[in-house]
Each structure stands twice: as C-alpha cells, then as structure tokens.
C-alpha cells in the first residue's frame, strides 16, 4: 500500500507553469504506475498523465501533450507534473494516484491523494 501527498496547486495566469509534486510513502513506490488525474467541477475525472514504474513509458491525455510532463525520482519516492502553457480549461483539483500497472480509466488507479487545487485565470 501507498500514501500520497500532493502540493503546488495554486492560482496562475492563462499562459503560466505550475509544477505539481506528489510525496509517496510506504512501501515499493518504485513498483508502482503513478498518474495524475484531474476533475473539473461538473466534470468526469480525467487521466491527465501516467508514468510506468520504471519511467521508461508515459501517457498524456489529448488535451496536455506538448504542455504537461510526468516525471519522477524512485529515489526519493517523488512524482511530479510539470505544466506549462496553462489554460483556464485546466482548471481543476488535481489528484496524484497509484497503480500496479498503468490503467486504461481513472476508475484502475488504486491509492489516491487528497487533491490540489489548480486555479489558472484568463
């Protein structure tokens, strides 16, 4: 099992970055797929972006290619969301979670974290 932290929501103008850290504890962070996932309000949740365990294969959603990076350091437990070019459409809580294997639905990603808000004003 795994707990998950986020921070670096925030508030940012259309066209900023915001980078998006998630804290794993527990054990074997290094045997987990890690995503990020976003709901909207009145929205269904979005996989935004997945990492496999490794590192080595990554997904993005249609809507962030070319501006979002999933990223992450097994060696110190870390996943991160580097996302740049923010539009107001990316607003949202955004949720870091884990995963044996990298799933097709946000419904497979099996540990969550509590959320971070990303706010971007046009």
């Known amino acids: 099992q795994v707990q998950l932290l986020e921070s670096g929501g925030g508030l940012v103008q259309a066209g900023g970055s915001l980078r998006l850290s998630c804290a794993a504890s527990g054990r074997a962070f290094a045997d987990y797929a890690m995503g990020w996932i976003r709901q909207a309000p009145g929205k269904e949740r979005e996989i935004v972006a997945s990492?496999?365990?490794?590192?080595?294969?990554?997904y993005y959603a249609d809507s962030v290619k070319g501006r979002f990076t999933i990223s992450r350091d097994n060696a110190k437990n870390m996943v991160y969301l580097q996302m740049n070019s923010l539009k107001p459409e990316d607003t949202a809580v955004y949720y870091c979670?884990?995963?044996?294997?990298?799933?097709?639905?946000?419904?497979?990603?099996?540990?969550w974290g509590q959320g971070t808000q990303v706010t971007v004003s046009s």
């Open positions: 979670a884990a995963a044996l294997l990298i799933p097709r639905d946000p419904e497979g990603y099996m540990w």
């Open positions: 990492i496999s365990a490794g590192g080595g294969s990554s």
